[in-house]
C-alpha cells in the first residue's frame, strides 16, 4: 500500500512520532513517504502571520497519516490552513495525531483532533484512526505504539 504520512512539527515532537510510524510500516512491506509542511516564517504557536512553502500533495497515496502539534488548546494554525486547502482526499482513509506538551487529553488534544478529523471529512476523506500524545508523559511511547497499531489495522 502507498502510504503518505503528512507532518507539521516545530519541535521535532510530531516529526519523531511520524519516523516511528514510517519505520514500523514500513517493516510491513508497505511504500511510505513521510513529508513535512514547512512555512516562513517559523510559526511559533499562536503565529497567526506565516506563509506554507512546502505544501505536499497527497493524491497518490493510498492512505493518509497526518500529524500535527497542539497549539494553544486547539490545532495548529499551519496544519489548519494546509487542511483547508487539501485536495485530492475524497474516499480516502485518513488516520489523525497530535502531539502536546500538557500530560491531559482535555488540555487541547481532543479539540486538535476533532478539528483534523472535521476538516478532512469536508473534503470528503474517512477518518478511521486516531491519537493523541502527549509528550511528558510516561507512557509516551505506549502511546506512540497504540496509534501504530490502530493505523495498522486497517492495512
Known sequence: MNIGI?????????LHVGKHIKESLDKKGHQVALERILVNPEAKPGAKE?????A????????????S????FSLSL???????TLENVEGKKVACYVTKHLPYFWTGGKRA???????????????????????????????????????????
Not at 56 to 67: N, Q, R, S, W
Not at 129 to 142: F, H, L, M, T, V
Request: glycine content about 4%; proline content about 5%.
Open 6 to 14: 503528512v507532518v507539521f512539527s516545530l519541535t521535532g515532537n510530531t
Open 50 to 54: 506565516f506563509k506554507i512553502i512546502n
Open 56 to 67: 505536499p500533495e497527497v493524491k497518490d497515496y493510498d492512505l493518509l497519516i497526518i500529524g
Open 69 to 72: 502539534p497542539v497549539h494553544a
Open 78 to 84: 499551519p496544519m489548519a490552513s494546509y487542511l483547508s
Open 113 to 155: 483532533l476533532k478539528q483534523m478529523r472535521e476538516a478532512c471529512e469536508k473534503k470528503g476523506a474517512q477518518a478511521y484512526a486516531q491519537g493523541i500524545i502527549p509528550w511528558n508523559s510516561k507512557d509516551r511511547e505506549q502511546n506512540i505504539e497504540k496509534l501504530i497499531q490502530e493505523i495498522a489495522a486497517v492495512l
